[in-house]
């Protein structure tokens, strides 16, 4: 055999409206979801999107919550969200350096 058979092989899920991809920063707040509501919004840093179906407009993601003002990310986090309440935050165009994860990230076994 030459390779895995066709059906193995994974085709790139087409980009959806609205949804976030690996590496967008996401404010998620009360127009998000009712849990993150007032003072417990969060910035999102996004490290993965599920691809597997849910409610019919919403997203489970998973990434970083990231304090704004030192750009170091705080906690893991899995969300629940409507995908018409994320505010992505666009893309910088300046020379303005990105925010950095400066505090190193340990996996541990089994997690």
Not at 50 to 65: A, I, N
Request: hydrophobic fraction near 35%.
């Amino acid at each position: 055999m030459n390779g895995p058979p066709a059906s193995a092989l994974r085709t790139p899920t087409p980009r959806r409206p609205g949804v976030p991809v690996p590496g967008d920063l996401v404010l998620i707040d009360s127009r998000a979801s009712v849990q993150f509501g007032g003072d417990r919004a969060l910035w999102l840093r996004v490290t993965s999107v599920c691809d597997k179906p849910t409610y019919h407009g919403w997203v489970w993601l998973t990434g970083y919550s990231i304090d704004l003002a030192t750009g170091k990310a705080l906690a893991r986090r899995e969300v629940f969200a409507q995908i018409a309440g994320l505010q992505i935050q666009q893309h910088r165009t300046d020379s303005a350096p990105p925010l950095k994860n400066t505090v190193p990230t340990t996996r541990r076994r089994g997690v």
